[in-house]
Structure formats: structure tokens, C-alpha cells
């Protein structure tokens, strides 16, 4: 895993950011970002926005070829690791200007039916596993005086929907974990803030379009249109590159005052 005693993948981030010696130069030059659940979906579109910033992105994945492909693509780094392994995550130091806590996973079903393994599964991929690379990130970023932490929640992370008792009770703690680490950070110049994303065009929510329709007995055009989009305002679903440019204006110098926030950006989903 890129320690704090690993060399970084360029040279030391402050200096870079104020010399502004990237090969991509932009906003985010000489700032290192880790994303995790970097290999698919919002996760690579956030690898990929931020590097088009100039960051250098260390996309972290369980997916080791789909992480070690893009991190090629971007000039980046990779990291091979499964975020359930907690114990390997409770010692590591990680060096990150900029964390996104992306990866998770979705499984829906009603809760007298709903597997206890895959409960605490959930919750220790969604909330355990972002403390802890939250707890690994601070030291470094206080020194520095300057932190991104972004977490990206979900609409069910303020709302709840039936059948997602895992992912909805993840979800809502994770923003509590945000805002008390924007608490604890303000003063050391870390912000942290969630993003809600509706439902996204990735891999996640096409399993997720079979599964309601199973559940519901309608069919899967059914689920898009009488789950999904009804209560949207703007019918379609939120691209990955759209979550990502939210990702990278909070990554960036412009939102520094932006702290303990929760992005929504659903097509208006949760205004009714
Ligand atoms: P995705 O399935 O496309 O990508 C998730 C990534 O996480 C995958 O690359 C996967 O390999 C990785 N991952 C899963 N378990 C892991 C583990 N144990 N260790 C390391 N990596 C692991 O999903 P997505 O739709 O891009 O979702 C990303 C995040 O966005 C999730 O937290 C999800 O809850 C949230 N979100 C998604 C939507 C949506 O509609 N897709 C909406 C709101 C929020």
C-alpha cells in the first residue's frame, strides 16, 4: 500500500503544488489523491477528473487489473487492496492530500430475509473501512495543512428506500463520520464532505435494476421508470463524470470553506 514511509509517486506534493512541476498542470498539480473503488464506475470517473487536474491519483481497488489499467492510463498508481481486510488497514499510514471514499457495494433485500453476514459486510466496507483510511490520512495531512476528504454517500445516505436496510444504515452513518471529521479537521486546514449521488449509470445500479425488479415483480424498464426516475425532475439517470466534477471542485483550493457539507445531485429526486 503507498505508506507515508513510501516514496511518493512524485516528488513531495507541497513543494510540487507551489512549484506547479506536474506533467498535467492544473489546480490540483502536485496534490496526490487516493480514490478507492477507483477501478469502475464513479470511482474511475473521479480518478479521472482528478487527474485531468493535475493530481496524481492512486486508484485503489479489490479489482487489481481494472485498478493497474487505469492507474496506466492516468500516469498513476495502483493499489491491489480489499478494504474488508481491516486489520491490515488498522496499521497503515497512508500518504493522500486528497481520499475518496468511493468504493461500496449494494445488496437488497428485505430485512427479515437480509443476511447478517452481508450486513456487517456492508457496514464494514461503507463505514469501517473509510474510518480507517481517514484515521491513516490525518497525521500526514495535519503536518501539511491541508486535506481532502471526500465521501461519497449517496441520496440514501439522507433518505432511506426499502429493502437497502445495509446500505441505507451505511450511507447515514457515513455522513456522521464526514461532519465529525470536518469538526476535527477545520483547524489543520482538512475539510470533509459527503456527495449524494441518485442513481448513477454504472455497474452497481444495473445489478441493482435486476434486483428491484425481482423484488417488485415488474420489469426491469418498469424499475428504471416507476422507481428510479418518477421522482426525478430530470429523467435520466447522473453520469459518473457528473458525480466527478462535484469530487473535484471539493478537492480543490475554491472550496476551502466548504466543510461538513453533503452534495446532493439526484435531478431533483429528494426536492419532493
Ligand atoms: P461500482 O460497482 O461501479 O464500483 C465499485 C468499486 O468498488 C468496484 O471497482 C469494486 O471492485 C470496488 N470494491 C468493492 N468492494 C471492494 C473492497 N472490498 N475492497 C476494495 N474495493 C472494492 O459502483 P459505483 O456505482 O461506482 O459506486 C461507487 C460508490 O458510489 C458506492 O459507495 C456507492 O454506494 C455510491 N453510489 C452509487 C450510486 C449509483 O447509483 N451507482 C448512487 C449513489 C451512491
Request: glycine letters at 10%; hydrophobic letters at 40%; one cysteine or more.
Amino acid at each position: 500500500p503507498p505508506s507515508e514511509k513510501r516514496p511518493p509517486v512524485s516528488p513531495d506534493p507541497e513543494e510540487q503544488h507551489d512549484a506547479g512541476s506536474s506533467s498535467v498542470q492544473g489546480e490540483l498539480s502536485g496534490r496526490r489523491a487516493v480514490v478507492t473503488g477507483g477501478a469502475s464506475g464513479i470511482g474511475a470517473a473521479c480518478a479521472r477528473a482528478l487527474a485531468a487536474r493535475g493530481a496524481a491519483v492512486v486508484v485503489a481497488d479489490r479489482d487489481e487489473d481494472g485498478a493497474r489499467s487505469l492507474a496506466e492510463e492516468l500516469g498513476g498508481e495502483s493499489w491491489a487492496v480489499d478494504l474488508l481486510d481491516t486489520i491490515a488497514l488498522e496499521q497503515l499510514s497512508l500518504r493522500a492530500d486528497i481520499l475518496v471514499n468511493n468504493a461500496g457495494i449494494q445488496v437488497v433485500s428485505p430485512i427479515q430475509d437480509f443476511s447478517p453476514d452481508d450486513f456487517r459486510r456492508i457496514q464494514t466496507l461503507m463505514v469501517e473501512a473509510p474510518f480507517l483510511l481517514i484515521r491513516a490520512v490525518l497525521p500526514g495531512m495535519y503536518e501539511r495543512g491541508f486535506g481532502r476528504i471526500i465521501n461519497i454517500s449517496s441520496v440514501h445516505g439522507l433518505r432511506a428506500s426499502p429493502f437497502k436496510s445495509a446500505y441505507v444504515t451505511a450511507k447515514h452513518a457515513l455522513e456522521g463520520l464526514s461532519k465529525v471529521t470536518a469538526l476535527e479537521g477545520g483547524e489543520h486546514g482538512v475539510t470533509s464532505n459527503c456527495v449524494n449521488p441518485g442513481y448513477v449509470r454504472t455497474p452497481l445500479v444495473e445489478d441493482q435494476i435486476a434486483d428491484q425488479a425481482r423484488l417488485h415483480s415488474i420489469s426491469e424498464d418498469e424499475v428504471m421508470n416507476r422507481i428510479m426516475l418518477t421522482e426525478s425532475a430530470i429523467k435520466r439517470l447522473v453520469e459518473p463524470r457528473e458525480v466527478a466534477s462535484v469530487v473535484a471542485w471539493l478537492a480543490g483550493d475554491d472550496a476551502g470553506m466548504v466543510t461538513g457539507s453533503s452534495y446532493v445531485m439526484d435531478g431533483g429526486w429528494s426536492a419532493r
